[in-house]
């Protein structure tokens, strides 16, 4: 249908049909092997399938190897400071919901300088997709030990090996008040991922995503366990979760029937000692929204603006 | 005053009101006693008199400071002139005590002279504690001893003929005392009463209008002391508040969308004020979690296309800075609002300081040019956040509005702004962005350049805080980061071409300049005043813009034998120990003067905490003509 114009049919087409082509930028500097471009695929795949508007897209991050998303992406991008990106996306999001707003985030970047934000981030509760690329190392730094990094992980700052076990994301996540969306899956479960981030973007507020990496540079081990032996890998399966086809499905020696709804179950499901469970650990659609809050009184004209101000002038009257 | 109240004593007819040009009045009391509800009545009924008005409160660092205790002392001073009144003066005329114990807090910042009329609460001479009984006895004396007029009053006796519980209410019968002491119209005086309690019970507003007559009958019958202070009744339609409510309403007036801040003093009570109003003026008040937060998501806000404000103090700025380098190299515009407080550290969090100039100024790593701007009145705290925003979004940059702990707090009326749609913000430009512009198009001249905004098609970046070229791309090559520091630095150079030089206060050269910049205008002008009047040769020159600096500075400065800065910031003094011509650190004004000028700027600088009085200033000066006079007699001998 492409090339027809919209009116001159009487059905609601688009004017315009974007294509993967449409929201490339320039070519990812990431390293070979670097689960980074797999991601990038699928958000790319994603904004052609929703036929995501580039100008009406902005992707927000921090610093970091994962942080330099937004700079292959051809929609409006903020590369701003290390661990903050949490902040600046509410900020962007606040008085304007027309603007689809994702987060890019690392280990490092979320769960160790910007874990104050995070926490709030999950509070507020504001419609956005946000992505934990988790590599657990720092890696554009070159190898230093990062919250998430298995214990006794021998990197440049802990050469005799890391001597704290790793923060689980997804545990600390679930506590957090007000949290109303959590997911995991792995990089090099392309189906199952690009699925996730679908299922984040449909929903109504802030979609958290761990996703599971493996970094070829600075850790080649991570996770490699799981990507070694399926048996490491659990699925999370429910109608109200990640759709995922029989093929995906049966890929898995251990499927979990877990409702979403049921937060304490996902809470157990989190903390599995010998298994890593991807799927949707929680969502909850009801959840307030601060970003309903901070666009209430969006539609006021500039004379009931002047108006308001004139009536508190008064008070000040003498 | 006509005689609508009073009982037509003899006293009535007989005291004539000693006519005064202004009165300096002070209430004091523990916290939560209504000693600032006092003072601003005082002052909100002798503004609309047609006086000139200034207010400041007295605040303890704790909310429940123990009762009677030296440094929990809260309170108001009042300063009511006939003329324009700029700052809060030096020694109180008159002050009230509900205890005598809060009075010494006041005695070691030298608010008070020798005859100062001290009016004190008599009911702790009878307290059932006999320490009580004696410490009050002891110090009335010592008050005595030291040349206070001391007038012990019956305050609590006199409420309880009028309510049953004196300890709410007594502040109204001390305005009434004080609106028969200062002849006060007392139809003004029982309308601000209506209007303060105007949510509150018809009973509520009865019982203190009676405590008000009490007051000011009790004072009729029983004082020896009356004064007028004649006003200029003025038709124009005047607003009387604070800096910080000056900046909420600003704020509103210059079409902010968002004020995104954390909870800091001296600056909190702006975004209170946001808060309860901004709402109803199409805005919305963010609290983040923390200082960090707070500007990231007014950063935010702004680069999504309405520019937001965030206001805070000196440690919040320190927590900022990394922000506020963003901006600068990503060229967001942003307003901040630095309400100065003393430093470093957590350092004074309730007094004023002027110490922050050289962090904003320098503060983040790398060079980062950006806007400072200082008002100096309460109403240049309103027309300044106007203007800010204007500059950020002309300039795209961050622009910071320097006030203090005194403008925050510090009341004074001015002319109702007559606020207009056009000062608002103008709606986001959402149409195509113009085909091949680079989002960083540097203008070689002025550095300026336009900036898309998400939403516009064709406009689609990348915001980086690495350096760039101009379409936002990392820059590899490092000639680059040089051309973009200078587009961003020219911007300033652009602006400063814009403005015009500083007015000179009092003679255009002379022998000596005093400089200032923002909440001590006030008592350097009066002070130049006065020893203009003593026929020394002393002008003045307050600056609005701190970067970039308003022209012709050093063509001004050289028109003076010496020029000296005043500010409340620290700096050494030559003759300390250790201290000397060469190692001595100067204030942070003078510090950058001298840099720009390569003129030998003296300066004259404290951190006591308290706001620049007239008569420091005044001595300083004299003293400086003295020793002035002693090296000419030094040099002819």
Redesign the interface.
Known sequence: MIGIKADLIDLDLPEVYYSIQDYESSTARWCPGCGDHAILTAVQKLCREEQLPPEKTVFVSGIGCSSRFPHYMKTYGFHGLHGRAFPVAEGVKFRRPDLDVFVITGDGDCCSIGAGHWVHALRYNMKMVALLFDNSIYGLTKKQTSPTSPLGTSSNTHPRGSVLPPMNPIQTTLGFTNVSFVAQTADWQPAHMYETIKKAHQHPGFAFVRILQRCPIWMKDGFCADVGNRDMLALLDHEDGIEVTDEVRNSFPTIIKHDPADINNARFYAELEDQVAIGLFYQDKNAPRYDLYGTSNLDMTNDERLAGLNAHLDRFAI | MDAVIGNGTEQDIMLEPVVLDEAIIEIVSDSGEGAQKCGQSLG?IS??MGNGVWTVEIIPAEIQPPARSRAGASGIRVRIGSEKITNMGDHAQLVVALNEQVLYGRLEQKAYKPGTYLLIENKWANDPLEEIRTAYTEDVAKFREMGAAVYEIPMEEECLKVVRDARKGKNMWVLGMLCYIYDRDMNEARSQIRKIFKKKAEKIVTDNIGLLESGYNWARANMDLHFSIPSMATDE?????NGN?AIA?GA??A?F??C?MYPITPATSVSHGLAE?M??????V?Q???E???????????????T?LTVTSGPGIALKT??IG?AVMAEIPLVIVDVQRGGPSTGLPTKVEQGDLLSVLYGAAGDAPKVIIAPSTIEECFQFVILARKLAESFRTPVFVLTDANLATGVQ?FP??K???DW?APSIDQTPWTEGLSPYAWDPQTGLSKR?I?????????????AHDEDS??AYDPSINQRAAEARSRKLAALQQSLKPPKVFGAEEGDLLLVGWGSTRGAIEEAVKKARADGLSVSSLHLHFLSPMEPDLKKIMQRFQKVVTVELNYSDTVGRPLITYENRRYAQLATVLRAQTLIDIDCYSNVYGQPMSPIRIYNMVKRMFAQYQQQLKEQQS
Do not use: N
């Open positions: 909100a503004a609309r339609e005047m607003v009387v508040m409510e309403l509103m007036a079409g969308d968002v995104s109003m709402e109803s003026a199409g805005g919305k963010h983040a979690e923390d960090i937060a707070a500007i990231g998501f007014a950063i935010g806000c702004s680069y999504a296309g309405k937001a990394e922000f963003l009326p109702r702004p606020v207009s749609k608002f898309p998400p939403g516009q098609k064709g406009g689609m970046f990348t915001v980086t805080g690495l791309h990392v």
